[in-house]
């Protein structure tokens, strides 16, 4: 079994592959201060609960956008699962042609999402990642990973809302019944959803302008991925676990003879 973990600067997504398949999957908070014994008493709960021993767990592969805690979890990856991580690092294979300025910029997570997607989709294709920031990330026709668009993500919108309009309450993100709210919360709700969704749906057609290629595929993943496609005009597909799935198509291309 392949053992795939995403470190996002949020969440961490952990999957369990066998063979091709997604056979148990988790996320759990991503925090730095979490030494690698926590760790590795978090995976062998989470492993165990699904009825997956260490031994059971043939090879690991990870990435992340959060390098504090890649040695701790490398760390406990060794001492408790007794395997040495693949990263998705700098002169990994990937199928990917990154045309970044700097391509040791591109996030892990964003080279894993393209990987799946081309895989799963084909290409050209725009992965739209709701996540603590809200990625955009083009990939044409020809595998060339063109670059993207980074924005605040929904949480951190609304947070930074909550916290400088001191009248404001704390609300649940939802979709209001109204686009014209009633109440400061349905109205607080209104703004935020819909206004995210205008936000998305004009990136993603100038994006598509720009890339100027038919049948772009536009796949949406993360957190906020369902409620706000629900409402996109754009969004073609969504896939919560498409970083997990690049990560396992990834380790296809690297698996140790």
């Keep these: 079994m392949l053992l795939a973990i995403d470190v996002g600067n949020t969440i961490t997504a952990i999957g369990v592959y066998r063979e091709r398949t997604l ?39 990870m990435c992340t956008v959060a390098p504090p805690v890649m040695h701790a979890m490398s760390n406990a990856i060794r001492k408790y699962l007794d395997k040495r991580a693949i990263l ?73 809302l909550f916290e400088k309009a001191s009248k404001l309450p704390r609300i649940d993100i939802t979709k209001p019944k109204s686009v014209i709210g009633r109440t400061t919360v349905t ?28 049948g772009i595929k536009v796949v949406a993943t993360g957190g906020m991925a ?4 629900s409402e996109s005009k754009t969004i073609d597909e969504i896939n919560p676990f498409l970083s997990l799935e690049g990560l396992q198509i990834i380790y296809e291309m690297n698996r140790p003879e």
């Design 23 to 61: 056979v148990g999957n988790w996320r759990i908070s991503t925090s730095k201060e979490r030494t690698s014994d926590e760790i590795g008493m978090i995976l062998l709960s989470l492993l165990g609960h699904a009825g997956i021993s260490p031994g059971m767990i043939s090879d690991v592969i």
């Design 187 to 214: 109205s607080m709700q209104s703004g935020i959803v819909h206004g995210y969704v205008g936000q998305v749906d004009h990136i993603v057609n100038l994006i598509k302008q720009q890339m100027d290629e038919p």
């Design 88 to 160: 998705v690092e700098p002169g990994i294979k990937t199928g990917i042609n990154i045309k970044y300025e700097n391509p040791r910029e591109v996030g892990p997570d964003k080279i894993a999402n393209a990987a799946a997607a081309l895989k799963l989709y084909g290409g050209p294709v725009i992965i739209v990642d709701f996540g603590t920031a809200t990625t955009f990330c083009a990939v044409n026709s020809r595998r060339d990973y063109l670059g993207g668009v980074i924005c605040p993500g929904i949480i951190i919108s609304a947070e930074a």
């Design 226 to 229: 369902s409620l706000i496609a």
